[in-house]
């Protein structure tokens, strides 16, 4: 059984860090990446990376955070630096088994994880 968990958010203050994680089981995946969706908006592309280690950022994001993958462990990271109000959302880990114009579009993903609240005060 495939299975995505991420864990690792929480509530901070504004300009404070925090890491997440995804442990993927089952399988490793070509392609694992970061959405989120804020209350009331639309699920937004945050950042992906392939198995060899090709990374895409949304435009927004690439300053503040940062995505990794440790693949002897199937697990990805995503270490968020200096967090705004307006980055409060549900994160959530997807994995495919693809890997196409670096994976932008959540109809690449066939797995997906609960999600892990992250709130940010300001």
């Known amino acids: 059984q495939v299975q995505l968990v991420e864990s690792g958010g929480g509530l901070v203050q504004a300009g404070a860090s925090l890491r997440l994680s995804c442990q993927a089981s089952?399988?490793?995946?070509?392609?694992m990446a970061w959405f989120r969706q804020a209350q009331g908006k639309e699920r937004e592309f945050v950042a992906s990376m392939s198995y060899s280690g090709g990374i895409t950022y949304s435009d927004s994001m690439k300053a503040r955070f940062t995505i990794s993958r440790d693949n002897a462990k199937n697990t990805m990271y995503l270490q968020m630096n200096s967090l705004k109000s307006e980055d409060t959302a549900i994160y959530y880990c997807?994995?495919?088994?693809?890997?196409?114009?670096?994976?932008?579009?959540?109809?690449?993903?066939?797995?997906w994880g609960q999600g892990t609240q992250v709130t940010v005060s300001s």
């Open positions: 089952g399988r490793s995946f070509t392609a």
């Open positions: 997807a994995a495919g088994p693809y890997w196409y114009l670096g994976n932008t579009s959540p109809d690449l993903y066939t797995h």
